[in-house]
Nanobody, 116 residues
Framework: QVHFVESGGGWVQPGGSLRLSCTAS????????MAWYRRAPGQERELVAS???????NYADFVKGRFTISRDNAKQALYLQMFALQPDDTAHYYC??????????WGQGTQVTVSI
């Protein structure tokens, strides 16, 4: 069972930027689609963005134009570049496969906090 390790979170002021990284315990080239998820306090986990091996990307409406997802199969890594962060982006962020492929083991995630 593949598992993931997320990093790069932290605290930023509104309008700030962060770059999140995720490394997998196995090759991710076998996983057609990889994704970032987040869970805010008192909320359900939600899909933030996904990227396939063909390069197709999908973004949730609330991050379009602000976040960019990318992958490096050779490094077994997934990235999320985040710009123009706002307080409602505050959440714990996770990477994983998509549900239809079967989730790998969830990692501890990385905390993103946006506040004054």
């Amino acid at each position: 069972q593949v598992h993931f390790v997320e990093s790069g979170g932290g605290w930023v002021q509104p309008g700030g930027s962060l770059r999140l990284s995720c490394t997998a315990s196995t090759s991710i080239s076998e996983f057609w689609t990889m994704a970032w998820y987040r869970r805010a306090p008192g909320q359900e986990r939600e899909l933030v963005a996904s990227v396939s091996n063909s390069g197709m990307t999908n973004y949730a409406d609330f991050v379009k134009g602000r976040f960019t997802i990318s992958r490096d199969n050779a490094k077994q890594a997934l990235y999320l570049q985040m710009f123009a962060l706002q307080p409602d982006d505050t959440a714990h962020y996770y990477c994983n496969k998509v549900a239809t492929a079967g989730y790998g083991t969830w990692g501890q995630g990385t905390q993103v906090t946006v506040s004054i």
